[in-house]
């Protein structure tokens, strides 16, 4: 379908673009004829009137350049709606330990991911993450670390504290 499109589009262009480099000809083809204008006045004005026209056909020639920019605004656009309605939920602020209370994480369309989280991770200590690939562990992590807001429950960790994935994660702020 697209591929249609930039044909017929195409085929416009070239049919637009041969006809008015023929036009001016056809225009002031009369007063050459009757000797109004000799053939330096004729190429003027053919020239004059190409420049004109190249001007004015900017959005034509531009069209597809233009239709693909409004298609990247409208995506950018659909992206920021949904930055817009991302849910601000954060985990607590403590200074010490991880504590994870009554909690499930959750998918942005709200798919259950980890349910009934409960554990402590004292000062110092380790916790090892093991489960199969898909299992959560790293969006265990993301919420964690402030980054993933779906989520429900008690769930409070430093701000500044850093966690190790199977994937790199890197915090903003």
């Known amino acids: 379908r697209l591929m249609n499109r930039q044909r017929w589009l195409d085929y416009w262009q070239n049919i637009y673009s041969r006809s008015l480099s023929v036009l001016p000809y056809f225009l002031l083809l009369p007063q050459f004829i ?6 330096g006045g004729l190429m003027k004005s053919r020239q004059a009137f190409m420049l004109v026209s190249n001007n004015l056909s900017w959005f ?3 069209y597809d350049e233009l239709a693909e920019l409004a298609a990247v605004i409208d995506r950018l656009y659909e992206f ?8 601000t939920n954060k985990p ?20 259950i991911i980890l349910e009934n989280l409960n554990f402590h991770v004292s000062p110092g200590k380790w916790l090892l993450l ?4 898909g299992a959560g562990k790293t969006t ?5 670390s402030h980054c993933w807001p779906w989520f429900k429950g008690d769930i409070s960790s430093p701000a500044d504290s850093w966690y190790v994935s199977q994937t790199p994660l890197i915090k903003s702020g």
């Open 60 to 62: 034509i020639y531009k």
């Open 140 to 144: 265990l992590l993301k919420t964690l």
């Open 92 to 111: 607590k602020n403590c200074q010490h330990a991880v504590q994870v209370a009554n909690a499930s994480i959750r998918t942005p369309d709200n798919k």
């Open 80 to 87: 920021h709606q949904l930055t817009e309605q991302r849910p």
């Open 34 to 39: 009757s000797g109004q204008i000799n053939l």
């Open 130 to 133: 093991k489960g199969y690939s």
